[in-house]
């Protein structure tokens, strides 16, 4: 048995020892046990070195990696707050948390808890419905959600939103009302989703020639715009110039 081997054994030890004592979540036991090197070195820098180094981004990162070792790790936080609190905030994050882990049935109950009272048109809340009830492929709840919520609250503007009620009369079949639709909100939408799902309707609906301006407009105004949009919106722009290059 070589000197390394007992000398990673006896820091695998340890540091279970340090979880189990400390309080750490017992996922990391598994983690520190069955890969002796990544585990290790991700509880390290997950969980003590952030103790060390308080930086900002250090605390950034961290949250990342930790999430991505335990994605439910918010859901769970979420719902002792709505459970324990049980005021109309602490549900509608729960119900955000609950469409964002694809467990959109479960939120549209929580908004229709939440939807009552002061709160009853809260345009919050019905976008939120919307948006849990669109994951359900219920297209035509979720734009007569987005209709009342207008309806009540005729102020409230949100791009997100109407681009919400683009994609439901799309998911309807309402084609040519949903092109009307994103053609007015690809115009003001600040990144690439809203033209990039305007110019696919398009083909969609035999108007090719449309659909490549559309396509080569959003990518010349991308070739413009600064890195930073650029970088966040990489994943709509690569879709965009797979799509110019099926046309």
């Given at each position: ?5 007992l000398i990673?054994?006896v ?13 750490r979540?017992s ?14 070195v ?8 952030p ?25 769970r ?14 549900r ?18 929580i ?46 503007k949100?791009?997100d ?11 309807e079949?309402?084609?040519?009302k949903a092109?009307e ?27 090719p020639?449309q ?5 080569k407009?959003?990518?010349?105004h ?11 919106q ?9 799509e110019?290059?099926?046309l």
């Amino acid at each position: 048995m070589s000197s390394a081997f007992l000398i990673s054994l006896v820091i695998q030890v340890l540091l279970i020892i340090h979880c189990i004592r400390t309080g750490r979540n017992s996922l990391w036991i598994w983690a520190i046990a069955l890969l002796p090197l990544a585990g290790p070195v991700a509880y390290v820098l997950i969980e003590l070195l952030p103790g060390l180094f308080g930086a900002r981004g250090t605390r950034r990162a961290v949250r990342g990696v930790r999430k991505a070792l335990d994605p439910e790790q918010d859901l769970r936080r979420y719902q002792d707050e709505a459970r324990l609190i049980g005021d109309v905030a602490s549900r509608q994050r729960f119900a955000d948390e609950l469409v964002r882990q694809g467990r959109s049935p479960e939120a549209i109950g929580i908004y229709r808890q939440a939807l009552s009272g002061l709160y009853e048109q809260d345009p919050n809340l019905l976008l939120g419905l919307a948006r849990a009830q669109f994951a359900s492929a219920a297209y035509a709840e979720a734009r007569a959600t987005l209709d009342a919520l207008i309806a009540h609250n005729p102020q409230f503007k949100s791009p997100d939103g109407h681009l919400l009620y683009a994609r439901a009369l799309e998911g309807e079949g309402n084609l040519d009302k949903a092109l009307e639709e994103y053609a007015a909100v690809s115009k003001y939408y600040a990144g690439a989703e809203a033209p990039l799902r305007y110019a696919r309707l398009l083909r969609t609906t035999g108007k090719p020639e449309q659909a490549r301006r559309e396509l080569k407009d959003l990518l010349e105004h991308a070739r413009l715009a600064p890195r930073h949009y650029r970088r966040m919106q990489q994943q709509w722009l690569s879709e965009a110039e797979r799509e110019l290059a099926a046309l």
